[in-house]
């Protein structure tokens, strides 16, 4: 039995090449149809968790798939602002509990920058309503003090006191805002949400640091020193869209009527778990359709294999009648074809899980910053165990099939093959 | 179970085989014995049923009827596992051509009758020593002993298939036309260093061939068709 193990692996190493092209093909084929499992689990938390207790989401009139995106997921950005009389507009109609601004389009090193008011950590619920707490620090009081989420003090290493500069836009390397530097007052406490990715500011803040910009660049010439913003109005004339809850959730429709229909402006309100509904609904077909493309193509890769091995096996029946005259049982047969296919297999998958834990750390901020979809990192979860046997017993069915065929084969040769 | 006072190596008693599916008997042979430490020259046309019974003596596959007795136990009452650990244990093979897995090396090749059978490696000693002393005196230079099996010529290859047979000293060699791929000089100089290895060993062999001229230096010399009473009553 050992030698017979033995023998598969220097059998399976002798040859390498067909069945390394094969081990390639079952390691992409996995790699892409774990990735498809975990991108799909992902974002499905992403979606539901990110955000509750917020009765409607206001902004440009635009989708409102869009609008979600840009306002709670930090996913593209959006066409137009709003102007702040708009906001204080709604803010007060008297159906409304609290409204909360937000001003996007600045980052920090690629996160995105949010300017909102201190009300923001006070109002805003994720996953099952359950509010923003701080791991350090406290909440901005005043310009240049920003509380950061807990990926980004995580990931570059930032504490409570260190100082961070802004850039404009989304890109790494835009235009910064280095004279006007920022004090880090506190880190929130990780949420799994792309809270934990975001930077927040006041909205004089944000004010302040595009006093001497106009257009999206500075201004030549002009350069006002941080110390003398104040002396500024920092009161933001336009804001990116607004957070809304309600003092009584059954006036949804008629508030969300009444901003649909805001004469000031082209506005839109949406109810976030009906946006979320109509997200998940488009992406849910796609979803559903590329796992089980994907499936289809580690079913490819494994069919490869069983290919490849059954092809060997006309050129092996000599070998496995030498193995049989050395005391091989027909059985032991079997068991080194169906050894040399599971080897291959596991070592494909192994790759393919190799393949998938580098593609993760390229790829997770571009899902984040394209689609608001946070992948975590993590062990396997429970339905990737199931896959990952899936994939094994398919690779199992396929590597019994050459086994099988070599035990009838050693049976009906004897010692003498006859070709 | 004695033969001329000598153990027997080999000993069939009405042993009658056909293969499956079909009608006419193969094999119909009512006695047929070999001493032990004895080399037999066996012959017969082709399709005659050499390879047939050389199957059936390694238990391969098993008679309709009759015993095959090898070293003093009826191998048609085994069990297959049993029948295949008796031949890992007790027979050395030897084809006529490919006896070797192309991808291992000659030595590899050689020391594999020790991975199948604990019997081999104990009565080979130290089994690297055993292999390197069998090829020396098989002569297969030093140079090919690391060579893929694949790439030695047909004439090495069937000198390793030799040493592999001889190692761990098993008590029956079986060979099954082992020069008809070779050239006719180097016919009788395989047979040579085979007979000599067989005899330095002690080992019982059955050599078969469909070339009656190569059976001068055996001990005995038989025509399939003397003992096979099958073949005589075909048309
Ligand atoms: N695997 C097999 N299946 C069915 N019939 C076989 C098989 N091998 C050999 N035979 C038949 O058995 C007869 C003897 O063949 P074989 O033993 O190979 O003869 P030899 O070795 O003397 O040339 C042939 O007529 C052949 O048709
Ligand atoms: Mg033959």
Redesign the interface.
Known sequence: M??IL??AV??A???RLTLGVTLCAIALASALLFAVERVRHDARQSFTQAVSGVDLVVGARSGSVQLMLYAVFRAGSATHNIRWESFEAIATHPAVDWAVPLVLGDSHRGFAVLGTTPDYFRHFRYSDQRALGFAAGQAFADVFETVLGSAVAAELRLEVGDRITLTHGMAEAGPGHDDKPFTVVGILAPTGTPVDRSVHVNLESISAIHLDWVAGAPLPGLAIPAEFVKKFDLQPKEITAFLVGLKNRADVFRLQRHINGYRGEPLMAVMPGVALDELWQTLGMIEQTLLAMSALVVVIGLAGLLATMLASLNERR??L??????????RELFLLLTAEGLLVTTLGVAFGLGLLAVGTFFFAPLLQAHFGIILQWRLFAPNEWLLLAAILATGLVASLIPGWRAWRMSLAD???PRN | MFLDGRMTALSIVNLVYRWPRQQAVCLDIPRFDIAAGEHVFLHGPSGGGKSTLLGLLGGVAVPERGSIELLGSDITRLSGHSRDRFRADHIGFIFQQFNLLPWLSALDNVLLPCTFSARRLTRAGTAREAATRLLTHLDLAADAWHKPAGELSVGQQQRVAAARALIGRPEILIADEPTSALDAPRQQIFIDLLLAEAKAEGAALLFVSHDERLAAHFDRKIALCDINRAGTIEP
Do not use: H, Q
Request: proline share 4%; net charge positive; no cysteine.
């Open positions: 050992r030698a033995t023998l220097k059998s190493w002798a040859r000599r070998e009648a030498i193995l049989r005259a050395l005391g091989a049982s027909p004897g010692l003498t």
